[in-house]
């Protein structure tokens, strides 16, 4: 058994990229979120968490956060992968809509860049995504970040990088060399 298990939720196979790219990298066990009742939490030292963003939402953060019950846990990492480029900006929003002010300072986040896959979606995700692309296609006098968003949109596309989980796989390395020291 590892001392660190990730849980995760995918719909369209990012997230899950970004997993499997985490567990070649470090020492982990896997856990999809709807198997997570299943799993003694107690001897795992981290426990991630990651999901895709739905307008703004991480995916099944709600769920995971009734099985650990707190964020604010040194155990606690959680990530999420988007459309959106990489941008500290995305990133003070994301958490601004998913965490709670005392969680927001003290949770170890991290954002990745996905992309979007039109065929793997669900039927009604799919339709949400299309008429967003429609209507902005339609607007007149677009921002900069709405033509992008709109260009973006029109057809699946992954800008997924392994590289973008070196600061999740230090921060990793880091913690258990603390742990090893104060052992
Ligand atoms: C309905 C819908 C809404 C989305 N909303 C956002 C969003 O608000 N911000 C973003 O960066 N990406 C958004 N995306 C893109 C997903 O976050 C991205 O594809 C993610 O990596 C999906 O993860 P998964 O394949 O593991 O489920 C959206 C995708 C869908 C289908």
């Known amino acids: 058994m590892a001392s660190i298990l990730i849980v995760y939720q995918s719909r369209t196979g990012f997230t899950e990229k970004y997993v499997n790219w985490i567990k070649e990298s470090i020492t982990c066990d896997i856990v999809r979120l709807d198997q997570l009742s299943q799993v003694d939490l107690e001897p795992y030292t981290k426990i991630i968490y990651g999901a895709g963003i739905h307008a703004g939402h991480i995916q099944g953060l709600k769920t995971f956060k009734k099985h650990v019950l707190n964020l604010v846990d040194d155990k606690i990492v959680i990530f999420a992968t988007g459309a959106a480029p990489y941008d500290e900006k995305i990133v003070t929003a994301i958490k601004q809509n998913n965490f709670l002010e005392n969680e927001r300072q003290a949770v170890v986040f991290f954002y990745f860049q996905s992309g979007l896959n039109y065929e793997k979606m669900p039927f009604f995700d799919k339709l949400v995504m299309k008429t967003f692309s ?50």
């Not at 709405?146 to 990793?172: C, F, M, N, W």
Request: glycine share 2%; net charge neutral.
């Open 134 to 183: 429609k209507v902005l296609a339609l607007k007149k006098n677009k921002s900069e970040i709405e033509d992008g968003t709109s260009q973006a949109i029109t057809q699946s596309h992954d800008h997924s990088k392994r590289e973008y989980i070196v600061p999740l796989i230090d921060y990793l390395n880091q913690s258990q060399t603390n742990t090893s020291m104060s052992t």
